[in-house]
């Protein structure tokens, strides 16, 4: 397939929703929280955008900034990106449930039950 996996995610949360409808005669919306780090969010987001947010609502699709850390080398030595600055890295999935409170996306989940 040539297919993102964005396409792929965005097109079983529809038939899912769809099954939903068929055997509960119940309309039933499936968030998609997709973690991004602040260089790719906005390609992320434009992305899902120029592609109709792959049939998913609007409001179902949310996107949300992973924090950094600072890197370090073998030795255990913080490397910098310039004079004065250490370098640092998106936190990557662990870092996913700070990330979550921290951009309010625990509270989107309670809002919606």
Avoid: W
């Avoid at 609007?58 to 850390?69: P, R």
């Avoid at 030595?77 to 409170?101: C, M, S, T, W």
Wanted: aromatic residues 8%; proline residues 3%; contains cysteine.
């Amino acid at each position: 397939s040539h297919k993102s996996i964005f396409q792929l995610l965005c097109e079983r949360i529809r038939r899912l929703q769809h099954l939903v409808q068929r055997k509960f005669k119940r309309t039933v919306s499936i968030p998609l929280y997709i973690m991004c780090n602040s260089e790719n969010r906005h390609i992320i987001e434009d992305f899902f955008h120029e592609n109709g947010h792959f049939g998913i609502k609007e409001q179902d699709l949310l996107f949300f900034t992973q924090g950094s850390i600072p890197i370090m080398n073998k030795q255990g030595k913080f490397l910098l990106r310039e004079k004065h600055r250490i370098a640092q890295e998106p936190h990557g999935n662990g870092g996913v449930f700070r990330a979550l409170v921290e951009e309010g996306m625990i509270s989107d989940m309670k809002s919606r039950g």
